[in-house]
């Protein structure tokens, strides 16, 4: 199950969601949609509106995200989610709201595919969805509307898969942080080079 967020900005703290997709993979294929647009009961930044395209207008008479959050819930079920930078960013929304509007968190598992991607293609500068698509020649029309990133993810996710059968020797070298499972970035201090998890702050583990 791949899924993927709009929202009114990045905080998780002051932001709300205006758009959720999901698409239901079977054998590689996709086989179910959920999307829909979502009332964020707050205006949404013209820099939000500028990434995703979403306005004021287009939102007024949608759903809140209570309901919208309870068909999502019924509809993954308990299958895996799937989605790009989720691990920092949409599980956090989800979770949040979950917690919010039903008292509960959300337990399914999850693969983030920016994990994925930073560890099975460190060769590659950046990571975006958009340069994973660049970078395998998928059609990017449309990113940054919750469907077609879903749709995207899933075609990047099935390459990524491929990687992993198969990783190339700089993948090999990757070292993954034994605490979070992020990747680990050589980085430097006052006392010279080390090894940190790119989970940081949230996960503070480093190696000499
Ligand atoms: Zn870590």
New binding site residues.
Partial sequence: MIFDLETTGTSCQLDEVVEISAVKVVSGEIVDEFSTLVNPGMPIPYYASEVNGITDDMVADSPTFEGVLRNFLEFVGDAVLVGHNIHTFDMKFIQRDAQRYFGKSIGNDYIDTLQLARTYLPQLRHHRLVDLADYYGIDAEGAHRALNDCRMTQQVFEKLRLEMENPSDAAKKVKK??????I?RKRSGKYGEFWG????P????TQK
């Fill in positions: 942080c034994p605490r979070c499972g992020n680990l998890c790119m989970s940081y949230e996960c503070k583990y």
